[in-house]
């Protein structure tokens, strides 16, 4: 089976910018998670779907982050406007079921400049 | 609440062993266990349900003590495939879950 896309790998943008980062889950997995690695620093939690619900957003820094989950496929994640502490690597994990190891994505390094 | 890991850091030579801890004031759920290479996601190691648990395959094995506050991962007779980041994972409250700081393994010929 596919594994949990991510795009765009990379992404560079200058402070007050809007940027998009895309999940695609594997296909069947209803739960979807996104979590962020800042440089040096733990990964921590941001979010978690259960198909096309909010499940739990406790960890979303602030009201510039912005997840959906349209049709509990793919999940976007909007940073709006950007700023230069949001810089990190972002993944994104599916699992189909609660209790069992996620699958990770390779992850979207953002750059806020 | 986040669960702690130790040691923060270990280096070994190959064919070394090493333990690494993740421990909670409060009995976990469950515990899971990743590997994240640099520059790479996270990989699924193996998840333990069960108080005095035992799993593992290959020559990484993890257990979780009968209290199900702290699971140790073991790695036997490292190899160099074996550098990276250790985090462990498990839930806090209500949320499903969240990772501990790392433990960083480097192998070294």
């Known amino acids: 089976e596919a594994g949990v896309t991510q795009f765009p790998s990379h992404s560079v943008i200058e402070k007050g910018q809007t940027v998009t980062l895309r999940c695609d889950p594997i296909s069947g997995h209803d739960n979807l998670y996104w979590y962020r690695r800042v440089m040096g620093k733990e990964i921590k939690f941001l979010l978690h779907?259960?198909?096309?619900?909010?499940?739990?957003e406790s960890g979303m820094p602030n009201n510039r982050f912005l997840a959906e989950r349209t049709g509990g496929t793919y999940s976007t994640l909007k940073v709006q406007p950007a700023e230069l502490e949001d810089s990190g690597v972002y993944f994104c994990a599916s699992s189909r079921r609660g209790q069992e190891g996620y699958t990770f994505g390779s992850g979207t390094r953002l750059t806020v400049v | 609440q986040q669960p702690v890991q130790s040691p923060q850091a270990v280096i070994l030579r190959e064919g070394e062993d090493a333990v690494i801890n993740c421990s909670s004031s409060k009995a976990l759920y469950s515990v899971h266990w990743y590997r994240q290479k640099h520059g790479e996601a996270p990989v699924f190691l193996m998840i333990?349900?069960?108080?005095?648990e035992q799993k593992g395959h290959d020559k990484i094995s993890a257990s979780f003590n009968e209290k199900k506050q702290q699971s140790s991962l073991y790695l036997t007779a490292s190899q160099l495939s074996y550098s990276g980041t250790y985090f462990c994972q498990a839930p806090s409250g209500n949320t499903p879950l969240v990772f501990g700081k790392g433990t960083r393994l480097s192998v070294i010929a």
């Open positions: 333990l349900l069960k108080g005095g």
């Open positions: 779907f259960v198909k096309e619900s909010k499940q739990d």
